[in-house]
Nanobody
Framework: QVQLVESGGGLVQAGGSLRLSCAASGRTFSRYAMGWFRQAPGKEREFIATISQSGGNAYYADSAKGRSTISRDNAKSTVYLQLNSLKPEDTAIYYC???????????????WGQGTQVTVSS
């Protein structure tokens, strides 16, 4: 079992940046692929990025490419999501998730954090 706690969200102006963190409990973090998802008001939760267990592979949604970077530090049991050039439409609750399978589907992730709010003002 792994527990995930996101942090780093907040209010930022359009064009700004945020770095989200997701800290995992337990000593098995390196066994999990990690993903970031977001859910905007009135919309379904959507995939943003995923990173493999070793950190050697990453994949991004088209909407995130060029503006987001996912990374992980297995020694710290933490995964990060750097968000740049933020737009008002990026406003959402951002969730991290852990699963044994590296993939983009929400179904591949077994453990979820509680989310962190990102609000981008125009």
């Amino acid at each position: 079992q792994v527990q995930l706690v996101e942090s780093g969200g907040g209010l930022v102006q359009a064009g700004g940046s945020l770095r989200l963190s997701c800290a995992a409990s337990g000593r098995t973090f390196s066994r999990y692929a990690m993903g970031w998802f977001r859910q905007a008001p009135g919309k379904e939760r959507e995939f943003i990025a995923t990173i493999s267990q070793s950190g050697g592979n990453a994949y991004y949604a088209d909407s995130a490419k060029g503006r987001s970077t996912i990374s992980r530090d297995n020694a710290k049991s933490t995964v990060y999501l750097q968000l740049n050039s933020l737009k008002p439409e990026d406003t959402a609750i951002y969730y991290c998730a852990a699963g044994f399978v590296y993939g983009i589907s929400q179904r591949t992730y077994d453990h979820w954090g509680q989310g962190t709010q990102v609000t981008v003002s125009s």
